[in-house]
């Protein structure tokens, strides 16, 4: 199922094979001691960086709770009367159901699934690309939806993608969706990429948005024994880039959560590190702190005793 899919979840996995998801678990962990898949939250993809894209039903059930805390925490970004785009992926249709109650908000996009999360939002307007249809992700792309987004001016990008280094930045594994998304960042004044930990450190094989071009990233806090997305944070955040950290346990149950109470779920944590041009303040942090003081001592000590967990 991994070779035809390219990624399976382990509900899917568990179904198929008609028992429990933690013997599946165990299963799959066998099978990657053996080089024959890799583990992923939730699910099992090909072993190695630079595997081929996995379909939409695949994408779906694979890290669902995180994608819904990135989700409420990104939607905390946009204000009332912006005007932004939001690119192809499953992240990013999550946001676009929590941008349909921002009242004035313009929405740019390439994806057909975003276009139909606000499609009855009275108060969004919603601009589509033009471009040929790509079934695997529901996305415009092509010269038609390059062509389109020619002279376009936004706040803010939003963008998801199938693995993010520091040193490469935000990549993707097919070539037209790439481009397309390359032509979102040229038309926004912020580029916020929502990903969650288990696509920290990975790197696929058409790059999107070098690490410099990227302003913010929305992610979910690593697992404890996950050495690899923490070091991947601390880099990123050395290399300037802002960190907004979303607890996927703060809203367990995947409701829309109102524009005040997300402020109730972030952790304020802070990495210190170099910034390009954003001042003093530093490194990993949420987005309610963002433009704030330089971080504290006690908020050092909240990334050291996250790190030692």
Do not use: C, W
């Amino acid at each position: 199922m991994v070779r035809a899919n390219g990624a399976v979840s382990l509900r899917e996995l568990a179904r198929v094979v008609q028992t429990s998801e933690v013997t599946v678990r165990r299963d799959v962990r066998a099978l990657e001691a053996e080089g024959l898949l890799d583990r992923r939250h939730g699910g099992a993809v090909l072993p190695g960086g630079f595997t081929r894209e996995s379909g939409f039903p695949q994408k779906s059930h694979l890290a669902t709770a995180e994608k819904t805390a990135i989700a409420d925490l990104a939607a905390g970004l946009v204000g009332e009367g912006e005007a932004i785009v939001v690119g192809a992926g499953t992240t990013t249709q999550e946001l676009a159901r929590r941008l349909a109650r921002v009242p004035g908000l313009t929405v740019v996009t390439n994806s057909l699934l975003v276009a139909q999360a606000l499609a009855h939002a009275n108060r969004v307007e919603v601009v589509m690309t033009g471009g040929t249809l790509r079934g695997s992700n529901y996305a415009l792309v092509g010269s038609g939806a390059e062509q389109s987004l020619q002279g376009l001016r936004v706040s803010k990008a939003f963008l998801s993608g199938s693995g993010l280094t520091a040193e490469r930045g935000l990549s993707t594994s097919n070539m037209l969706s790439a481009s397309v998304d390359r032509a979102l960042v040229q038309a926004a004044a912020e580029v916020v990429i929502l990903a969650d930990h288990t696509k920290l450190g990975t790197d696929t094989m058409f790059q999107t948005v070098p690490t410099d071009l990227i302003t913010r990233l929305v992610t979910d806090e690593p697992p404890g024994h996950d050495d690899r997305a923490l070091t991947e944070l601390q880099a990123l955040a050395d290399q300037g880039v802002q960190i907004a950290v979303a607890g996927a346990s703060g809203n367990p149950g995947g409701d829309q959560v109102p524009a005040r109470q997300q402020h109730q779920q972030r952790r304020d944590v802070a990495l210190p590190g170099p910034r390009r041009s954003q001042g003093p303040g530093a490194g990993l942090r949420s987005a309610s702190m963002l433009g704030a003081e330089p971080p504290t001592g006690a908020e050092r000590g909240r990334v050291a005793d996250m790190r030692r967990r």
